[in-house]
């Protein structure tokens, strides 16, 4: 059985307009509270929000690089992540496999937070 890191390397990414249209693309999201400022102006966001699942994403992309797989997930999206925002992973620890996930905008506004259930990913 392989040992579980006490903490999964943090992943960082950019969410300015290029990803937005990107994201969207991949993901057929073409809602204009994404991509039009005008259109995200007059929502009470007041400008573009960055696609939710891309926090999620990011997530599961810095457990997939620890060699790790999600099992089981309980999240919540806390914040709108506003699009020009950094988005940084952070997964801890706790009991057994069991950890304590988040995703930070720009360093400060928790955005996602919950709870993660890993295990060591097989080997292809």
């Known amino acids: 059985m392989t040992e579980l890191p006490q903490e999964i390397a943090p992943l960082t990414i950019a969410t300015g307009p290029e990803a937005a249209r990107a994201y969207a693309a991949l ?4 809602n204009p ?9 007059a929502t009470p966001f007041g400008r573009p929000i960055a696609h939710g699942t891309m926090a999620l994403n990011l997530l599961v992309e ?13 999240i919540r999206f806390s914040a709108p992540t506003y699009v020009g925002q950094s988005l940084s992973t952070r997964a801890v620890r706790g009991e057994g496999a069991d950890y304590a996930v988040s995703v930070l905008a720009d360093g ?7 709870r993660a ?4 990913r097989a080997a292809p």
């Open 27 to 30: 993901t057929q999201d073409w």
């Open 33 to 41: 509270i994404h991509l039009d400022p005008g259109f995200a102006a």
């Open 62 to 74: 810095a457990v997939s690089r620890a060699g790790m797989r999600v099992v089981d997930l309980d």
């Open 108 to 114: 400060e506004s928790v955005v996602l937070k919950g």
């Open 117 to 120: 259930t890993l295990a060591a």
